[in-house]
């Protein structure tokens, strides 16, 4: 069964009796596995708990994706799933390693050890143009690593960005923090949605934005 808002390639299927979200590739991080699909945990994917809640992304399937802050390869593995070329971007060493690991049965997942602050550090692999960028970064200034990466974008594209409230300012009104961060994307983003992501992750606001 699918959902109007989820891509193709995404899919409910039952585990263990249970209907839960799914793609369909080599699994990756411990997760229920039937036949060729595994379960998309929305509780460890920012993304998963957007798509659970029925926001339009702009992802479809088969479209080029840049993934900024892919860690081990939990959520982007299940992008290269169903996407086209799908870039991700890791700066830590450690996790890094586990996403080349992920990326290795998936001709479409291309890894790359850099930092998403400095994209010009990755702009000779990255192609023109990518239809979605996806974000997912846990530092302060998140919105100047969107706008800074907004080059890659193509004008009809989306962002899909998961705002960390406690990593921009742990000590901060979450909703405050989300005020300011949604002002400076603007200056380069229209920002088309907004769905608070507390059912899954706390302190944590999904946007949907396009190009300005």
């Not at 209907?19 to 229920?32: K, M, N």
């Not at 530092?139 to 969107?146: K, L, Y």
């Not at 080059?151 to 960005?161: E, H, M, N, S, Y």
């Amino acid at each position: 069964m699918r959902d109007s808002a989820l891509p193709a390639g995404v899919e409910r299927r039952a585990f263990d009796g249970t209907a839960r979200l799914a793609t369909r590739g080599p699994p990756v991080y411990g997760e229920p596995t039937d036949g060729e699909w595994r379960a998309w945990d929305p509780t460890r994917s920012k993304l998963g708990g957007m798509l659970e809640g029925g926001v339009e992304t702009g992802l479809t399937g088969g479209e080029t994706v840049l993934y900024l802050g892919a860690a081990a390869g939990t959520t982007v593995s299940h992008v290269a799933d169903f996407a086209g070329p799908t870039y991700a971007v890791e700066f830590a060493p450690r996790p890094a390693r586990e996403l080349v690991a992920a990326a290795e049965p998936r001709e479409r997942l291309f890894p790359l050890l850099k930092d998403a602050r400095r994209p010009t550090t990755y702009a000779h692999v990255v192609e023109s143009n990518v239809d979605v960028i996806v974000q997912d970064v846990a530092t302060r200034g998140q919105a100047a690593v969107a706008n800074r990466n907004a080059t890659f974008l193509a004008d009809d594209g989306r962002l899909v960005l998961a705002i960390k409230a406690r990593s921009e300012d742990v000590t901060a009104d979450p909703e405050t923090v989300y005020a300011d961060v949604l002002t400076e994307l603007e200056t380069t983003y229209e920002v088309l949605e907004t769905t608070p992501l507390d059912r899954f992750h706390a302190d944590h606001l999904g946007v949907v934005a396009t190009p300005r």
